[in-house]
């Protein structure tokens, strides 16, 4: 293919801790802002590995600062969310929701934003867990928010909505039956040669669709 005289192999790279740190401070620098050291770890840590992503978040920063200021920390937090986890909460919560078109969309994002199959699987084997945890409260007399509130951490409060809706979707033994979905999808993607992503995929798929199985009216 690289050899074709009618075609041209493009290299294409998530960004790195090196190359994400090299476009925080140049991007940034073409407005004349500078940014603290821990304005630029914290960045470092919650811009995604996809470049186009990133871009956008650190031109809504600039915008935010101004031309020719020094970006702080407090200036990063305000303005720059980690869209790694925003979108893994997003997966979490359509296939726990039922919604398998969401959460395979989702699915695609995380991994352009660096996420791995596994790291997929646990983060929706956690999510069951805490479902796991409430529902088990629930069937013992305890109100939905009663439960909820016991948690820890705590539901972040935008997903409090999703999540309190889907402990109408499941019982505690569907929800069983999805965590060992997790587990055994996640043994299968270490096993060496697997097709991780395809076993992720499908994972998610049975999950979104055992939610739709039947409702809890408490």
Same mark, same amino acid.
């Given at each position: 293919?690289?050899?074709?005289?009618?075609?041209?192999?493009?290299?294409?790279?998530?960004?790195?801790?090196?190359?994400?740190?090299?476009?925080?401070?140049?991007?940034?620098?073409?407005?004349?802002?500078?940014?603290?050291?821990?304005?630029?770890?914290?960045?470092?840590?919650?811009?995604?590995?996809?470049?186009?992503?990133?871009?956008?978040?650190?031109? $809504?920063?600039?915008?935010?600062?101004?031309?020719?200021?020094?970006?702080?920390?407090?200036?990063?937090?305000?303005?720059?969310?980690?869209?790694?986890?925003?979108?893994?909460?997003?997966?979490?919560?359509?296939?726990?929701?039922?919604?398998?078109?969401?959460?395979?969309?989702?699915?695609?994002?995380?991994?352009?934003?660096?996420?791995?199959?596994?790291?997929?699987?646990?983060?929706?084997?956690?999510?069951?867990?805490?479902? %796991?945890?409430?529902?088990?409260?629930?069937?013992?007399?305890?109100?939905?928010?009663?439960?909820?509130?016991?948690?820890?951490?705590?539901?972040?409060?935008?997903?409090?909505?999703?999540?309190?809706?889907?402990?109408? $979707?499941?019982?505690?033994?569907?929800?069983?039956?999805?965590?060992?979905?997790?587990?055994?999808?996640?043994?299968?993607? $270490?096993?060496?040669?697997?097709?991780?992503?395809? %076993?992720?995929?499908?994972?998610?798929?049975?999950?979104?669709?055992?939610?739709?199985?039947?409702?809890?009216?408490?």
């Amino acid at each position: 293919f690289e050899s074709a005289a009618n075609a041209a192999a493009i290299a294409c790279f998530a960004d790195d801790a090196q190359t994400l740190d090299r476009l925080i401070h140049d991007t940034l620098a073409i407005r004349g802002i500078t940014v603290s050291h821990d304005a630029a770890a914290y960045l470092g840590a919650n811009l995604g590995a996809d470049r186009g992503i990133s871009r956008s978040e650190l031109e $809504k920063l600039a915008l935010y600062a101004g031309e020719g200021a020094t970006v702080s920390l407090e200036d990063a937090m305000a303005s720059v969310g980690n869209s790694s986890a925003v979108s893994l909460d997003n997966l979490v919560m359509a296939a726990a929701g039922g919604d398998g078109f969401a959460a395979d969309q989702a699915l695609t994002r995380s991994y352009q934003e660096g996420a791995n199959p596994v790291s997929v699987l646990r983060a929706l084997g956690r999510h069951l867990t805490r479902l %796991l945890l409430t529902r088990a409260k629930i069937d013992t007399g305890v109100t939905r928010d009663a439960a909820m509130k016991a948690l820890r951490p705590t539901v972040f409060y935008k997903l409090a909505p999703a999540f309190h809706a889907q402990l109408r $979707k499941w019982t505690v033994r569907k929800l069983g039956i999805a965590s060992g979905l997790v587990l055994e999808a996640e043994r299968q993607c $270490k096993q060496t040669g697997a097709p991780a992503h395809a %076993l992720c995929g499908r994972a998610i798929l049975q999950i979104s669709r055992l939610a739709m199985r039947g409702a809890q009216r408490r």
